[in-house]
């Protein structure tokens, strides 16, 4: 079991730029997230999926886009990267009702917009 | 508005003794209280959890406490080890919320040998 993999480790942008961040997990869970960290900060949700076909806002949705068009696979993109968007993405995984509430997460893509 | 709240940014413990973190929270609904820990470069890995039916769980070295009516929660490390120098991140869900994560601001930990 690889649990949840992101693609990729680390990329350099320039302002209004795009890209997709991959999230990978072979786990079959049904929720999926996306977060990012910023210094002195904890994760912030930017967008969730609580099934294929299905995605909701976070708490930090703008500028970002997702897709969930596999159970396996959720996908998030930036349509025209800001500096502001500099940040340590992780995506996490989980079933519904998980025994103790945990997610688990990918090892995170670091993003540097220039 | 910081619906949870970890007041300490970082602590410094010897080895051997006891590593206590502290995370208040102010939203009463939710139901699960997390302690996630982060290494530099990688991503959070989940410690333990309680219950908020619960005020003790309890699993080898680590515990947490739960203080409904205080509203905080505490993680004991005992004894604390180097290898437990990481941030330690504090999280709360709710059933009805796709069980999101709320995360505190995080403590850093360091365990002088």
């Known amino acids: 079991n690889a649990g949840v993999t992101q693609t990729p480790k680390f990329r350099v942008l320039k302002t209004g730029q795009s890209m997709t961040l991959l999230c990978a997990q072979d786990?079959?869970?049904?929720?999926m997230y996306w977060y990012r960290q910023d210094p002195g900060m904890g994760l912030r949700l930017i967008h969730y999926?609580?099934?294929?076909?299905?995605?909701a806002k976070g708490e930090v949705p703008d500028g970002y886009n997702v897709s969930r068009l596999k159970k396996q696979n959720f996908l998030l993109g930036l349509e025209s990267a800001a500096p502001s968007q500099t940040s340590v993405y992780f995506c996490?995984?989980?079933?519904?009702?998980?025994?103790?509430?945990?997610?688990?997460f990918g090892p995170g893509t670091r993003l540097t917009v220039l | 508005d910081q619906q949870v709240k970890q007041n300490s940014p970082s602590l410094s413990v010897q080895e051997g003794r006891i590593s206590i973190l502290n995370c208040d929270y102010t939203?009463?609904?939710?139901?699960?209280f997390l302690w996630y820990k982060k290494y530099p470069a990688e991503g959070p890995t989940f410690l333990i959890s309680?219950?908020?039916?619960?005020d003790k769980n309890e699993d080898g070295r680590f515990t947490v406490f739960l203080n409904k009516s205080a509203k905080h929660l505490s993680l004991h490390i005992v004894p604390s080890q180097p290898g437990d120098s990481a941030v330690y991140f504090c999280?709360?869900?709710?059933?009805?919320?796709?069980?999101?994560?709320?995360f505190g601001s995080g403590t850093q930990l360091t365990v002088l040998p």
């Open positions: 996490a995984s989980t079933l519904p009702s998980p025994p103790r509430g945990e997610q688990f």
């Open positions: 786990m079959n869970h049904e929720y």
């Open positions: 999926s609580v099934g294929e076909g299905t995605t």
């Open positions: 939203n009463s609904m939710f139901d699960y």
């Open positions: 309680i219950s908020s039916i619960k």
């Open positions: 999280a709360a869900t709710t059933s009805g919320s796709a069980r999101q994560l709320t």
